[in-house]
Each structure stands twice: as C-alpha cells, then as structure tokens.
C-alpha cells in the first residue's frame, strides 16, 4: 500500500518566489546565506529513523537525508546533522538558533517564529491498534476508552480534538513527551490494548516489526510536511530552499527519493511480516554469528548477508530448487566447485562461499560505480550473472544514460528480454532479467528491515536475536 501522495510540482512551483531572487538592500550584517556560507555548514535538524536520517553500511541515508544534503551540495557547504527524537525537538532547536533548518515538518503546526517551506509530500495520519485486543475500531466513536497516544508537540493532538468534536466523541488520549514512531507503536504492542496516531510514511516501515498492529482508520486531515526555517531576519535562506525544493519536485529528484526509500518496503505483505520476524527470532540465531564471522572476513554488511541468506533459502540450510542449486546461500554447482566448497547444504561452507561469491563479484565491477548502486548491481549479477549486468551497463551507455546508477540499470536490465536490444550485447539474451530486478528489491527490503530492527527499540527475543541488547520501548 503507498500512503506518501505525490506533491504536484506545478500547484507549488507558482508560490516560490523567482529561483534566482537575491537580496537588493545592502546590510551591515551578513545574511543568513551568507552566515551558512561563511560557517561552511548546514546544519539542520533531523528526525532519527528509516523515513527521515539513519546510517547503514553505506553511510548515512534517508529520504530527508538525501533531499537536504542536495541543498548543501547546491550552497557549496558541508551537511551537519543533529539527530532528534521528534519534530517537536526539531523546532525547539531551530527556535533557539541552534540550527539552520529542521526537516519532516508538519506545514500546519502554528508558530509565528517558524517559517515552513513549500509542501514536500502529503502523509496521511493513522490510528494503530493491537489486534489481540479484540476488533480494531472502524471510527473514532468506536474508540471508546481504548488509550491513545501522541507524541507530544505533534500536530496530532489538534486533529484529535477536531475530530473528537466533529464526531462528538467521548475518547481521550495521552501526549507522550519526547516519543518517536516507534516509541508508540512498541507502548502499544507490549500494552497490547491501546491505539496510537501514527504518521503513514512512518507506519510504512515499522509495521513489519509489529504484524500484530493494523490500521484501524485513517485521521480526515491528511498533512504536509516540509522544511521549517526561522521567520526571523532576511529570507535569504529561506527562498533558495524554497527555490531548490520546487526544482527538485519539478526535475522528479523527490519523486526518485519516494521510489528509492519506499517502493521496495512497501512491497512487503503482512504475511511476508510476520513469517520475516518470526524467522528473525526462531532461526537467525542459529547463523547469525556466521554471516558475522564470514561478513567481517570480506568487508561486507553481515546484515546484508544475512538478507541475501534469507531470500535465498529463508535461512533453510536444506532448501533446494527445482533448477539444483542448494542450500542456504543457493549456490550452483559449479560456483561451488569454482569455490571449493564440497557440501552446498552445510550451512558453514555455504556462507562462507556466499560471501566469498558476492564479494567477488563487487569487486569485479568497474570500480567508479558508487555506493549503494555498486552493491545493488552485484545483488542482480549474483542472481542472473555478471555478464548480464555488464551488458546491462553498456546498453545504458548506448541510450544516453548513466551506466553508474542502478535505477537506470535496472531498467535496461529489464529490456534484455527483447530481442531489438539483447541483439546488440555481448552476452544476449537474459531470461533471468525480470527476475533479478525483483531480486534485488527483495534483498533491499529484507536488508532494510533488519537494519531497522537492529536499531530497534523493541523490548523482545527479536532484539537478542539481532545481537543487540532489548530495550524498554515505554517511555
């Protein structure tokens, strides 16, 4: 399901002032362009998690990561990131000077001191309840005295009243100071009775840790969220973000960003959830050291191992295909004979020639292709060979685009089915093609999400098998 609505660029491109406007009146004091500029940085204020700012094997990353450090780019300054909690934290910062910009910010919180950009994307409000609690409610009367929490300072207290009142309903709820996303949904989950009011780009992600929360409706007022600046002094900032902002809505920048960060998430079914997070509990812990020990060895992500693992054989070391590849890596024959691995189904020695395959192949592939693009052509060569994603690349050549990025790989990875184009390669047809592209989605999701919960919060056997210690998500 895509809850994040797309933003059309025109019906805001007529509210920026003209991109290139610049201060006429002369000033003694620098202007706040001229401020970051000076300081060589940008630092902006972020909300920590998988829909905003988070650090994988790759670096920091994001959907607001990325959108913002294009800005930083395009003013010639270093990107600082100050992690925070919540949105709330976000304009307290920004109140108190202490940062230039906060992202991911509501457009209808009311504050004279805060001046909000134009809208970035449109996220519906849901109310999250726990289904072991009997039938989630279907509206807001049906609620009754079921507890609901907010994060404080949201904009989600506001829409309950005007809802409360627009239904004339008798439910209450409870502002939970300094909460994240997570931190509501992993108060529901362990309460196992109450609701929540949860964000739908936020609900997208961390739904799969929690199979047994479901949406029980949606809030009537879907929200706009951008970038909050200070309405204080000179607008100079303030314009050229606008500026860049309704550019990249315009060039399809923030629509690549949505497709990058949610497409491949959005995917995953409830049922897919679940059999995930109970494998996560039941069978990880039997490997887990494994794609540690032999991540470590190549200088790989052991969750992306893992992840790999998992598409493959569901982390079944006895799984087998009908075509005869084996084990829990699903390793050919002759890869394992061209890795010296005697028995496929011994989890040790499939592993450990896994890696040692995957990280062949990204070695093998041109070293000037970036990060993370670099990793997700080796996924689609491990998957289909590498011969084809080379072929891939050069046919991307040939039609004018960028051979180095893996969406447009990807696309005439996709085309090497047909004869007009496999016929001008070197390898041909690839009747794998179609299947290496959902391949690689998968793989991202799996790895995504085990990044995700690794990092999570939640107070279960999920965060030991992870490795990590649990963590009491009440606050």
């Known amino acids: 399901m895509i809850w994040i609505q797309r933003i059309k660029p025109f019906a805001i491109a007529i509210a920026v002032i003209a991109a290139g406007a610049l201060l006429t009146a002369a000033r003694d004091e620098p202007s706040r362009i001229e401020t970051v500029r000076q300081q060589g940085e940008l630092v902006v204020a972020m909300r920590q998690g998988p829909a905003s700012f988070y650090t994988n094997s790759f670096g920091p990353a994001g959907f607001d990561y990325e959108l913002a450090s294009g800005f930083a780019r395009e003013l010639g300054v270093q990107l600082k990131v100050v992690p925070v909690e919540s949105a709330r934290q976000g304009r307290d910062l920004l109140a108190a000077g202490e940062v230039d910009m906060a992202v991911g910010q509501a457009q209808h919180v009311a504050d004279p001191a805060i001046a909000h950009s134009i809208p970035v994307q449109s996220v519906t409000q849901f109310v999250v309840c726990d289904t072991s609690a009997g039938p989630v409610p279907a509206n807001a009367r049906a609620l009754?005295?079921?507890?609901?929490?907010?994060?404080?300072?949201?904009?989600?207290?506001?829409?309950?009243?005007?809802?409360?009142?627009?239904?004339?309903?008798?439910?209450?709820?409870?502002?939970?100071?300094?909460?994240?996303?997570?931190?509501?949904?992993?108060?529901?989950?362990?309460?196992?009775?109450?609701?929540?009011?949860?964000?739908?780009?936020?609900?997208?992600?961390?739904?799969?840790?929690?199979?047994?929360l479901r949406v029980a409706f949606e809030l009537p007022r879907p929200a706009f969220t951008g970038w909050a600046l200070t309405a204080k002094g000179d607008p100079s900032l303030r314009e050229l973000a606008n500026a860049y902002l309704a550019r990249r809505l315009a060039d399809g920048t923030v629509a690549a960003l949505r497709d990058r960060y949610y497409a491949h998430v959005q995917s995953l079914t409830g049922i897919d959830g679940k059999r995930f997070y109970k494998?996560?509990?039941?069978?990880?812990?039997?490997?887990?050291?494994?794609?540690?020990?032999?991540?470590?060895?190549?200088?790989?992500?052991?969750?992306?191992?893992?992840?790999?693992?998992?598409?493959?054989?569901?982390?079944?070391?006895?799984?087998?295909?009908?075509?005869?590849?084996?084990?829990?890596?699903?390793?050919?024959?002759?890869?394992?004979?061209?890795?010296?691995?005697?028995?496929?189904?011994?989890?040790?020695?499939?592993?450990?020639?896994?890696?040692?395959?995957?990280?062949?192949?990204?070695?093998?592939?041109?070293?000037?292709?970036?990060?993370?693009?670099?990793?997700?052509?080796?996924?689609?060569?491990?998957?289909?060979?590498?011969?084809?994603?080379?072929?891939?690349?050069?046919?991307?050549?040939?039609?004018?685009?960028?051979?180095?990025?893996?969406?447009?790989?990807?696309?005439?990875?996709?085309?090497?089915?047909?004869?007009?184009?496999?016929?001008?390669?070197?390898?041909?047809?690839?009747?794998?093609?179609?299947?290496?592209?959902?391949?690689?989605?998968?793989?991202?999701?799996?790895?995504?999400?085990?990044?995700?919960?690794?990092?999570?919060?939640?107070?279960?056997?999920?965060?030991?098998?992870?490795?990590?210690?649990?963590?009491?998500?009440?606050?």
């Open 144 to 212: 009754g005295k079921r507890p609901l929490l907010v994060a404080a300072g949201s904009p989600h207290a506001d829409q309950l009243e005007a809802l409360r009142r627009d239904f004339n309903a008798t439910f209450t709820w409870r502002e939970v100071a300094g909460a994240s996303e997570e931190n509501l949904l992993g108060a529901v989950h362990e309460d196992r009775a109450g609701c929540a009011v949860i964000d739908s780009n936020e609900w997208d992600f961390h739904r799969h840790l929690y199979p047994d």
């Open 279 to 475: 494998a996560i509990r039941h069978r990880l812990p039997r490997y887990a050291d494994l794609f540690r020990r032999e991540a470590e060895r190549n200088n790989l992500d052991w969750r992306l191992l893992a992840a790999v693992a998992y598409q493959e054989s569901l982390w079944d070391p006895a799984a087998q295909s009908p075509t005869g590849v084996q084990g829990i890596m699903q390793l050919t024959l002759e890869t394992s004979l061209q890795l010296g691995i005697d028995d496929r189904t011994d989890p040790v020695a499939s592993i450990k020639g896994g890696a040692r395959y995957l990280r062949q192949i990204i070695d093998a592939l041109p070293k000037d292709i970036p990060e993370a693009d670099r990793t997700w052509m080796a996924l689609a060569a491990y998957n289909a060979g590498l011969s084809h994603v080379l072929d891939a690349r050069e046919l991307t050549r040939k039609r004018g685009g960028n051979p180095d990025s893996w969406p447009e790989v990807r696309d005439n990875l996709a085309l090497l089915k047909q004869q007009r184009w496999y016929s001008q390669t070197r390898y041909g047809y690839a009747r794998g093609a179609t299947q290496a592209i959902i391949y690689v989605r998968h793989v991202r999701r799996y790895y995504d999400l085990l990044v995700l919960a690794s990092n999570s919060t939640r107070n279960d056997q999920m965060m030991l098998a992870m490795g990590g210690p649990a963590h009491s998500s009440a606050n």
